[in-house]
């Protein structure tokens, strides 16, 4: 049930707005059963495109907070925003399971331990905040986001050329520090707390990432920071 009632409120998050962007929902989430690494399966969907979906897998090893496999695993044709079931998104995830089960094999992710929800924060992706600073309380510390100042550095971005990285931080301790920007990042106007969850002692706090979308829209998609807790 509870699995069914959550495939429903992504349905209702992928649907409805005028302005254009693309949208990036996570639909699993888990640590290998040795806390060593991190699955995250997305599914994209594109507000100016309802006929496809896109899905996306990323592994990440923990302790070095590095990614260790990521592959966007195809399109689905069959996809329509809006009017798929809650039934259908679980068949699309199965197949996404079935295609990569080699490399979940070589990482033990095939049942992925989800692990202790910490917090979470429903974002608006169409949301015009200004990025300054997020924090949310842990059990571990306080879990602080600060953007960095903006820096001029946005190719495709004639008008609003300002890009931002940022700091992670759990109570004094960095978790990540952008010195530069990834090509991935290289558009990035703000970042955003939204959950993080712990398994063991390993820790997977997801940042949302917003660019600039088409028509005052924003393009959202979910960035991943690991860390073993001390």
């Known amino acids: 049930m509870r699995r069914f009632l959550f495939l429903l409120a992504v349905l209702s998050f992928m649907g409805g707005s005028a302005h254009a962007y693309t949208r990036s929902t996570i639909m699993r989430q888990g ?17 100016q495109d309802d006929s496809s979906l896109s899905s996306e897998v990323q592994i990440t090893d923990v302790r070095r907070n590095t990614v260790v496999y990521h592959k966007g695993a195809g399109f689905y044709p069959e996809y329509r925003r809006g009017r798929s079931s809650a039934a259908e998104l679980s068949r699309l995830l199965a197949i996404v399971n079935t295609n990569e089960r080699a490399v979940l094999a070589r990482y033990s992710l095939q049942k992925p331990v989800q692990g202790q929800l910490l917090f979470k924060v429903t974002l608006d992706g169409n949301d015009t905040r200004q990025f300054e600073a997020s924090a949310q309380k ?18 495709s971005r004639q008008n609003r050329a300002e890009v931002r990285g940022f700091v992670l931080t759990l109570g004094s301790r960095v978790l990540q520090r952008d010195a ?8 990035t106007l703000g970042y955003d707390l939204e959950t993080a969850w712990r398994y063991k002692n390993s820790l997977a706090v997801m940042v949302r ?5 088409y028509d005052e829209g924003w393009n959202v998609v979910p960035l991943v920071v690991t860390a073993q807790l001390k």
């Open 138 to 155: 842990t059990p571990f510390g306080l879990l602080s986001l600060t953007s960095l100042p903006p820096k001029l550095g946005c190719p």
């Open 31 to 47: 640590f290998s059963p040795d806390g060593r690494y991190h699955l995250l399966i997305t599914f994209i969907t594109d507000s």
């Open 180 to 187: 530069r920007l990834p090509a991935s990042r290289e558009c």
């Open 209 to 213: 990432v917003f660019s600039e979308g």
